[in-house]
Each structure stands twice: as C-alpha cells, then as structure tokens.
C-alpha cells in the first residue's frame, strides 16, 4: 500500500481517533469531577449557611428572653421595695401611687436625691398602689403593681404583689407610741 505524504492509513486513522476520544473522555471524565466537587463546595457552603443562621436566630431569641427575664425581675424589685416601704411606714400609697423619679427605682424606691447609674436607664416607671379592706382588724390588702413603659405601647415589664399590711398610724406618721411601739 502507497501512503502519500500527509495520509495515514484508515487502521492508523481509527487508532488516532479512538485516542483522541480517550483523551477527550479523560478530559470530560475530569471536568465532570471538577464540576461535583464546586457542586459538593457549594452545596456544603449552603447547608453551613443555612446552619448559622438558624444558631443565630436562636442566641437572638435567648438573649431577648434573658432580657425580658432581667426586666421582669427589675419590676419585681421594684414592687418589693414599694411594698416594704408601706410596711415600714416610711411611705403612703397616696405617695407612692403614679410615676416614679429615675433615681427611686435605681436605689430601690428610698432614695429621692440620688442619681441613677450612668449607662442604665429606668425610665417610664409606674406604681399603682390598690388598698382594699381586710377581713383581719388593722390590716389592709395592699397590691402593688410595678409597670415599666406603662405610656407606652407595649410594656416591658409588669409585677404585682399582694399582702397583708398594717397601714393604720405608721402611714400617716404618727407611730405606735400609744401601745410601747408594738404593733
């Protein structure tokens, strides 16, 4: 067989083709792993992504519920203190019914003259002081009800505490000095 110049022969031709698809199947075969692995990447990236944001979404709402937790317990504090200072009588519920000064409740409602810890704010605080007559000579139902952002749309925080008290003279100033200062 004459091979011209430039010519193969067809059984050497089918060689060289069968070899370049080999060679074209190896570079496919490459790019189609290439091409699963940024799949895997971008996929895994996604999931990660996906994961974080859920983790964030949760320590937001934990610490929003700690938040609430400390405002509630502030009014709690808050409705304490008020209703220890009616049984002390060192206070009125004439006195202590309505908005309350920033330092009162900064220092838990006995302070009138100092200020409040610079950075906090206790801002939009209520009492409402409720008294009730008792069934038990002497003593009165009191309920103390601590609001904060009462003027507003959405309160912080609520707190009411009921009890007994002994609101007779000691209110008003007078004392127990008839009886030796027992009640």
């Given at each position: 067989?004459?091979?011209?110049?430039?010519?193969?022969?067809?059984?050497?031709?089918?060689?060289?083709?069968?070899?370049?698809?080999?060679?074209?199947?190896?570079?496919?075969?490459?790019?189609r792993?290439?091409?699963?692995?940024?799949?895997?990447?971008?996929?895994?990236?996604?999931?990660?992504?996906?994961?974080?944001l859920?983790?964030?979404?949760?320590?937001?709402?934990?610490?929003?519920?700690v938040?609430?937790?400390?405002?509630?317990?502030?009014?709690?504090?808050?409705?304490?203190?008020?209703?220890a200072?009616?049984e002390?009588g060192?206070?009125?519920?004439?006195?202590?019914?309505?908005?309350l000064?920033?330092?009162?409740?900064?220092?838990?409602?006995?302070?009138?003259?100092q200020?409040?810890?610079?950075?906090?704010?206790?801002?939009?605080?209520?009492?409402?002081v409720?008294?009730?007559p008792?069934?038990?000579?002497?003593?009165?139902?009191?309920?103390?009800?601590?609001?904060?952002?009462?003027?507003?749309?959405?309160?912080?925080?609520?707190?009411?505490l009921?009890?007994?008290?002994?609101?007779?003279d000691?209110?008003?100033g007078?004392?127990?000095?008839?009886n030796?200062?027992?009640?």
């Amino acid at each position: 067989m004459v091979v011209s110049p430039g010519h193969e022969p067809r059984r050497r031709l089918g060689r060289s083709i069968a070899r370049a698809c080999d060679i074209g199947g190896k570079k496919n075969k490459q790019t189609r792993q290439l091409g699963s692995i940024l799949l895997e990447v971008i996929l895994a990236v996604a999931i990660f992504t996906a994961a974080a944001l859920v983790v964030l979404r949760q320590v937001s709402f934990a610490s929003d519920a700690v938040q609430r937790a400390r405002d509630q317990e502030r009014a709690a504090d808050v409705a304490r203190s008020a209703l220890a200072l009616l049984e002390a009588g060192l206070e009125t519920p004439e006195t202590l019914n309505g908005p309350l000064a920033p330092a009162r409740v900064a220092y838990g409602l006995g302070s009138r003259t100092q200020a409040a810890p610079a950075g906090e704010r206790f801002n939009d605080w209520e009492l409402t002081v409720d008294v009730q007559p008792s069934p038990f000579e002497g003593l009165a139902k009191v309920r103390v009800t601590a609001v904060w952002g009462a003027g507003q749309a959405t309160e912080r925080a609520r707190f009411s505490l009921a009890q007994l008290v002994r609101l007779s003279d000691r209110a008003s100033g007078a004392g127990d000095a008839g009886n030796g200062g027992t009640p």
